[in-house]
């Protein structure tokens, strides 16, 4: 009896080593997959801040892009009003060249015409 209770207990216990064994093996396991993950996480954070360093660079460019286009459209309108300013003063300054070009035609023909009367 005594010697078949042993038995039973070397047999639990045999058991329970194999069952530790599956259990180490297991907690093992378990760890290389969390480092695995770890390391696959620390490696997505890196990416995620490449990204975001490449983002902030395009934003700047693009940033920089619009503020040129957004001055040359500013030089372009200014252009435009002093070319059309230029224009309205041109045809001011022709238009009184003209006024004046007629008046003093019409004074000369006036005076010829006092010439004549004069010289009758």
């Known amino acids: 009896n005594l010697s078949a209770k042993l038995e039973e207990v070397s047999a639990i216990s045999e058991e329970s ?25 620390f490696e ?7 990204l975001q360093q490449e983002v902030s660079l395009f934003q700047l460019i693009n940033e920089d ?4 286009v957004t001055e040359e459209l500013l030089e372009e309108a200014s252009d435009e009003e002093n070319i059309a300013e ?3 003063a041109e045809l001011s300054s022709e ?6 070009k ?19």
């Not at 892009?65 to 040129?68: E, F, L, M, P, W």
Request: avoid cysteine; proline fraction near 0%; charge should be negative.
């Open 17 to 41: 080593a194999a069952s530790a064994q599956q259990v180490s093996a297991s907690s093992d396991h378990q760890k290389e997959a969390i480092e695995q993950v770890n390391q696959a996480a």
């Open 44 to 50: 997505l954070q890196n990416i995620a801040m490449d």
């Open 65 to 68: 892009k619009d503020s040129g």
């Open 86 to 88: 230029a224009s309205e």
């Open 95 to 100: 238009e009184a060249y003209r006024a004046e």
């Open 102 to 120: 007629e008046t003093a035609g019409t004074e000369e023909v006036a005076a010829a015409t006092e010439d004549n009367e004069k010289n009758k």
